[in-house]
């Protein structure tokens, strides 16, 4: 079974339940175990996409299913902010964002999709969504972060509106003990 980065998110921080949220070409939504074919086939399961995540490529479907299986429940605490994006014209699940550590009490966002999505703006159009709804909870700062060496991410996290805050040499991951050089960037609420 793949490792799993584990997500622990504050107790005191209590919002109200997820929505979904729709843009002109997508839905975002809560991802179900049902899912999972979809996202092993479509992401989960790409040595280019987990490149430069903080976790391995899923070796069969059924890590996929331990995945969900296990990420599904955080949906019951009020902190979670999990979406999968759905493209509308074809309802194919492309790809998920969500809130993957909170810093200082503020959140950072996390993202994946499949390479035949890439450069279409449909991230970028995720992540403004999920910026406002990050905002309309009452956070006033989001932090996000990406390998230097990401080119395609930087830029959807600078043309999200993100501003560069500095890099820094670190370990990728637990999973990952790669030395990576890592950009950190912030938004803060106009």
Same mark, same amino acid.
């Given at each position: 079974?793949?490792?799993?980065?584990?997500?622990?998110?504050? /107790?005191?921080?209590?919002?109200?339940?997820?929505?979904?949220?729709? $843009?002109?070409?997508?839905y975002?939504?809560?991802?179900?175990?049902?899912?999972?074919?979809?996202?092993?086939?479509?992401?989960?399961?790409?040595?280019? &996409?987990?490149?430069?995540?903080?976790?391995?490529?899923?070796?069969?479907?059924?890590?996929?299913?331990?995945?969900?299986?296990?990420?599904?429940? /955080?949906?019951?605490?009020?902190?979670?902010?999990?979406?999968?994006?759905?493209?509308?014209?074809?309802? &194919?699940?492309?790809?998920?964002?969500?809130?993957?550590?909170?810093?200082?009490g503020?959140?950072?966002?996390g993202?994946?999709?499949?390479?035949?999505?890439?450069?279409?703006?449909?991230? $970028?159009?995720?992540?403004?969504?999920?910026?406002?709804?990050?905002?309309?909870?009452?956070?006033?700062?989001?932090?996000?972060?990406?390998?230097?060496?990401?080119?395609?991410?930087?830029?959807?996290? /600078?043309?999200?509106?993100?501003?560069?805050?500095?890099?820094?040499?670190?370990?990728?991951?637990?999973?990952?003990?790669?030395? &990576?050089?890592?950009?950190?960037?912030?938004?803060?609420?106009?």
């Amino acid at each position: 079974m793949t490792d799993f980065i584990r997500i622990i998110l504050p /107790q005191s921080l209590k919002c109200d339940i997820m929505r979904e949220l729709e $843009t002109n070409r997508l839905y975002l939504r809560r991802v179900s175990i049902n899912d999972a074919q979809e996202m092993y086939e479509n992401w989960a399961n790409s040595e280019n &996409v987990t490149r430069f995540l903080e976790w391995s490529p899923h070796r069969s479907v059924e890590d996929t299913k331990a995945f969900l299986s296990y990420i599904l429940p /955080q949906y019951e605490h009020d902190d979670c902010f999990r979406w999968g994006i759905v493209r509308k014209s074809d309802n &194919v699940l492309m790809g998920m964002i969500d809130v993957v550590r909170f810093r200082n009490g503020c959140p950072e966002i996390g993202y994946s999709s499949g390479e035949m999505f890439w450069g279409n703006g449909y991230m $970028t159009e995720a992540c403004k969504a999920v910026i406002n709804e990050l905002f309309s909870f009452g956070y006033n700062t989001i932090f996000i972060s990406a390998v230097k060496e990401n080119i395609g991410s930087n830029r959807v996290i /600078q043309k999200s509106g993100f501003k560069f805050v500095e890099s820094k040499e670190r370990s990728l991951s637990d999973i990952k003990p790669v030395t &990576v050089t890592m950009n950190y960037y912030r938004i803060d609420k106009e």
